[in-house]
């Protein structure tokens, strides 16, 4: 199979420990590209949200899941908890910069799955039927 030329580049551009178990990315980049991990980021593009407006707009997600997430992105610098001084509290959740340069590619590959899904689900059925004993 010919690999692109824009991909070996990318696959170059990659830190080179990057694939090392010990890396120090590693477990960050795990915490990101979980799927809850992958909509909050892509949820919170259109602005800042507050916790039940998350809630809604992340389908199936429930709220210890949620809130799981929101803390571990708030820790490596993706999401910003902005607390307004009122009674009770008005928590909302806005991308950081460092979460705006991230949501781009994340949104890249969510955008390249939808245009996609229905040939992965045929070469899924595909593969299936193959599989299945008779």
Request: glycine letters at 8%; one cysteine or more.
């Amino acid at each position: 199979m010919a690999v692109s030329e824009q991909l070996r580049s990318a696959y170059r551009l990659l830190a080179g420990d990057t694939f090392d178990n010990r890396c120090p990315s590693r477990p960050i980049m795990d915490q990101v590209t979980t799927r809850w991990g992958t909509l909050i980021i892509a949820a919170l593009i259109t602005g800042p949200h507050r916790f039940s407006a998350l809630h809604r707009t992340v389908g199936g997600i429930s709220q210890k899941m949620l809130s799981q997430n929101l803390r571990a992105l708030v820790r490596h610098g993706l999401v910003a908890r902005d607390v307004e001084p009122t009674v009770p509290p008005q928590v909302t959740y806005r991308l950081t910069g460092l979460g705006e340069g991230l949501a781009e590619p994340l949104c890249a590959m969510m955008i390249w799955f939808g245009s996609n899904t229905d040939a992965m689900i045929e070469a899924r059925e595909r593969h299936d039927a193959v599989a299945e004993p008779s």
